[in-house]
């Protein structure tokens, strides 16, 4: 990937962290009406949960008009070290919303 | 579906609420040691997160002399009726492994 597109696909993806639901809703709004395709809500861990909610109050209640449907959802795993230093796994969860 | 087909798929469901996280590991091994080719975890709002672990976690601790991996993972919404008679919606997801 060139930098442009390195670029590009970070700004249609929406990181779920611990910030109120609705600054992520609203994150995945402003995409749309900025005109991305497509926009990947990512989550790891507690947090997967929210993500899930995220996608589906963003495309139903939010992004009726514009006919947003799940393009694909992958989960897997990922390594990360820990606080004390021990290397633990984290799930993770991709989920693609695709506008029509 | 005839009586015998729900039963088979019934049997090949795990579905994720608040037991300790190794009884539904436990159940998805149980199902593939018995001889399912495809176990079905289910998970409904905040038990959404725990789905993906038992799901990542049977999968890569415990069958991997099944080779077993991700065939499909679907999310969506339902409709329920809470304590206080309100109509609200849950995320649901569904993942379905696949033993190779």
Avoid: C, W
């Amino acid at each position: 990937m060139t930098t442009e597109e390195t670029k590009k696909s970070e700004e249609h993806s929406i990181f779920i962290g611990g910030k109120p639901f609705m600054n992520y809703v609203t994150g995945v709004v402003i995409q749309f009406n900025k005109g991305a395709n497509e926009v990947t809500v990512k989550a790891r861990g507690k947090f997967i949960s929210k993500g899930v909610d995220v996608a589906e109050v963003s495309r139903r209640k939010f992004l009726e008009d514009k006919n947003v449907s799940v393009k694909n959802v992958s989960i897997g795993s990922e390594e990360f070290e820990n606080k004390e230093g021990k290397l633990v796994n984290v799930s993770v969860l991709e989920i693609v919303l695709k506008s029509n």
